[in-house]
């Protein structure tokens, strides 16, 4: 994700959707004021997790996302790295 969001709670807010829609993955910032994410679960769910990053958290102003489908990492839960 690109555009203000860091520091307004993107991650946390991320993993709490997650969480709530059953998918698992993990959420980082990058350098370059960057969030970079992996959702794995249902299609419904992940894209319910996609929508919502697209406006993300209140504070954040998203201005473009980028996806990608790759294979599975198979990770459990969901982790702010």
């Known amino acids: 994700m690109h555009g203000r969001v860091q520091g ?8 709490q959707h997650a969480l709530r829609a059953g998918v698992e993955g993990w959420v ?10 992996v959702f ?8 319910s997790l996609v929508e919502f990053c697209r406006q993300g958290p209140e504070w954040a102003r ?16 969901f982790q702010i790295r």
């Open 8 to 15: 307004v709670f993107f991650r946390d807010s991320t993993r």
């Open 28 to 37: 980082r910032n990058l350098k370059g004021g960057v969030v970079e994410a």
């Open 40 to 47: 794995e679960g249902p299609p419904d769910a992940v894209a």
């Open 62 to 77: 998203v201005e473009r996302i980028e996806v990608f489908e790759e294979p599975p990492e198979q990770v459990s839960g």
